[in-house]
């Protein structure tokens, strides 16, 4: 060993011993902690605003009570036997999760005006564990709306499957797309940095992800060029799986939606985490 390898090695003492090292089990236990720990954070932050659910609410209720009545009447969309509005409320879920979650990067430029993101990049918790946190932040602020949509649904008199396996695989959608959208935002802040540019980015998405999914039409009945960009749009396997788990209509079967769905947030998660600390340069 050299003497500048032995200038750098870790030394213990009776008054400053090493910490002990962790097995694998506790190393997990210590992950899941620190995304609990900023997860509840940013729950608290929600919970100081409660009219920014009133406001979010509002999209969903005029889909529904405006676009969905239309055309249910008008009956120009091959929708597999149900009414219009039943098959248009898995994409009204998932337009929900979409807009909620692709502008819920903002956060973390407000925080660095603030300058409360330099403190959680210099803390020990995982870049990882700050970005996971975030997005499951996103999916608890997705579950009122969820709620919201399901009671509107009711009144409006929908047949949607109400058993607690597909209420628990709504939900479980829920959180793996808001998850995904949650952090393409993070991304997309971390490169942006500004608001201005960050929302003009924001909005050229939203749009096309919408309207370019099966949200509110059959891929089958897209020009061929339009049913490529909707197979590889990750919102179309988010309507998808919400189609299966509220009327039992599946074009790709919800485990083929689930997978996707989590692989692209694992490799967004990762890039996301790489590149977190350039919001704070």
């Known amino acids: 060993m050299t003497l500048q390898e032995q200038d750098v090695q870790p030394t213990a003492s009776a008054e400053f011993p090493l910490p002990p090292r962790m097995g694998f089990a506790q190393a997990i236990a210590s992950y899941v902690t620190k995304v609990g720990a900023v997860t509840e954070i940013e729950v608290r932050k929600m919970s100081r605003d409660p009219s920014e659910m009133l406001t979010r609410a509002v999209q969903p209720v005029l889909w529904l009570l405006i676009?969905?009545?239309v055309f249910t009447r008008v009956r120009a969309i091959p929708t597999g036997g149900v009414p219009y509005i039943d098959y248009m409320v898995g994409g009204i879920l998932a337009q929900s999760i979409l807009f909620i979650a692709i502008f819920s990067g903002m956060m973390i430029i407000w925080e660095?005006?603030?300058?409360?993101?330099?403190?959680?990049?210099?803390?020990?918790?995982?870049?990882?564990?700050?970005?996971?946190?975030k997005a499951f932040s996103c999916g608890i602020r997705t579950v009122p709306q969820v709620i919201l949509i399901y009671i509107l649904s009711t009144l409006?008199?929908?047949?949607?499957?109400?058993?607690?396996l597909s209420i628990l695989g709504v939900v479980t959608t829920v959180f793996l797309s808001s998850t995904l959208f949650s952090t393409l935002s993070l991304l997309i802040a971390c490169l942006a940095k500004f608001r201005e540019r960050f929302m003009g980015i924001g909005q050229l998405l939203t749009m096309p992800l919408f309207f370019a999914s099966n949200a509110l039409y059959?891929?089958?009945?897209?020009?061929?060029?339009?049913?490529?960009l909707s197979h590889v749009n990750p919102l179309s396997y988010s309507v998808d799986a919400l189609r299966w788990f509220t009327i039992g209509q599946s074009v790709f079967s919800f485990t083929t939606d689930w997978a996707i769905l989590f692989c692209i947030s694992c490799v967004l998660v990762a890039v996301?985490?790489?590149i977190y600390p350039r919001i704070a340069a």
């Open 218 to 228: 059959p891929i089958a009945m897209m020009p061929d060029w339009l049913q490529v």
């Open 156 to 164: 409006l008199h929908t047949h949607l499957k109400m058993d607690p």
């Open 272 to 274: 996301c985490a790489r």
């Open 112 to 133: 660095r005006d603030l300058g409360t993101s330099h403190k959680l990049i210099v803390s020990p918790t995982p870049r990882s564990a700050i970005v996971l946190g």
């Open 67 to 69: 676009f969905g009545q």
